[in-house]
């Protein structure tokens, strides 16, 4: 069964470096998604992304953070000067339109020291 | 703004019975409802999902409700296992197919 692919699994990065954070949707697939869900915190949407643009955002997702589609498969989220509140787990799903499923990566934790 | 409800305290429920978890929203009705299984570091797994005009929809020994009038979602396991132990999560979509959630109610199942 296909499924959602993310690296990597932890990243861990000094305060004020950029990181970018990648993930392989689901061939076929049209909307992609990333969420984060900070520890012992819920799930919080960040920005999804159709036909290679930003379909709708969240207050969250300001202008340290740009998500890009370079190729027909990779999917990432760069956030450009991290900060110690980005710390947290950081989800990329994928949704086939008419499906109403979102299938979620593993996740890649990043730790801002 | 749309917001999900679900109960944070943890459920501890002794194996064999039936763990029953709610999820309640506010504002309109969604389209539907989605249930998620989040194991420890790990990402959300697609339960179940029910639609407004659903009543009640089934998966093994799983089973959701959909309560508009309540405005509220149950979430059942039957036979439970200590396998099933676990964060569960109730979403509903906005726009653009994006989840918004509920914080999860954790689930432990005692031999």
């Known amino acids: 069964e296909p499924e959602v692919t993310q690296t990597p699994s932890h990243q861990v990065t000094q305060m004020g470096q950029e990181v970018i954070l990648r993930c392989v949707p689901i061939?076929?697939?049209?909307?992609f998604y990333w969420y984060r869900q900070i520890l012992g915190q819920k799930v919080e949407f960040l920005v999804s992304?159709?036909?290679?643009?930003?379909?709708?955002k969240s207050e969250i997702f300001d202008d340290q953070f740009s998500v890009e589609r370079p190729d027909g498969s990779n999917f990432t989220l760069k956030i450009r000067s991290t900060k110690l509140e980005d710390s947290a787990m950081y989800f990329c799903?994928?949704?086939?339109?008419?499906?109403?499923?979102?299938?979620f990566g593993p996740g890649t934790r990043l730790t801002v020291l | 703004s749309q917001k999900i409800e679900q109960n944070s305290e943890a459920l501890n429920i002794q194996e064999g019975k039936t763990a029953t978890l709610t999820c309640n929203y506010t504002?309109?009705?969604?389209?539907?409802l989605q249930w998620y299984r989040q194991d420890p570091g790990r990402g959300p797994v697609f339960l179940l999902l029910?639609?407004?005009n659903e009543k009640e929809k089934r998966k093994e020994r799983l089973k959701v409700t959909f309560d508009t009038t309540l405005k509220q979602s149950l979430f059942h396991i039957t036979a439970s296992q200590p396998a099933d132990s676990a964060t569960y999560l109730c979403?509903?979509?906005?726009?653009?197919?994006?989840?918004?959630w509920g914080a999860g109610t954790k689930l432990i199942i005692k031999p």
């Open positions: 799903a994928s949704y086939r339109q008419y499906t109403d499923t979102q299938y």
């Open positions: 061939s076929n697939h049209l909307y």
């Open positions: 992304f159709y036909n290679n643009e930003i379909s709708e």
């Open positions: 504002n309109y009705s969604p389209a539907y």
């Open positions: 029910i639609r407004e």
């Open positions: 979403a509903r979509p906005d726009s653009n197919y994006q989840l918004i």
